[in-house]
């Protein structure tokens, strides 16, 4: 995953609508937004500590993967509809 890039895909971990009722997200929809989570703090770790080496780092890169992760975070947190029953 590249820097900026929108994770396609995570539509689907919004609420989800049938004609009658609202589903759940299913434990793989938590797994591949937790994966997103880990690919982005990788990437904030080699962006910031391979600077130290000799290079400079962008502090506005660098917030903005801090802001984007604690916006997953958040929406992890806040999801009350996680259905372990769903395939």
């Known amino acids: ?10 539509e689907s971990l919004t609420l989800r609508h049938t004609r009658e009722k609202v589903m759940g997200h299913s434990v793989d929809d938590v ?5 997103v989570m880990y690919d982005k703090a990788i990437e904030l770790h080699r962006m910031r500590y391979s600077s130290e ?13 801090i802001d984007d992760l604690r916006s997953l975070a958040r929406q992890l947190a806040n999801d009350r509809n996680i259905d372990h029953k769903l395939p």
Do not use: A, I, N, T
Request: charged share 20%; glycine share 14%; no cysteine.
């Open 1 to 10: 995953m590249l820097y900026g890039q929108p994770y396609r895909g995570f």
């Open 31 to 35: 797994y591949r937004l937790v994966s």
């Open 53 to 65: 080496v000799g290079g400079k780092y962008s502090e506005q890169e660098v917030q903005f993967l």
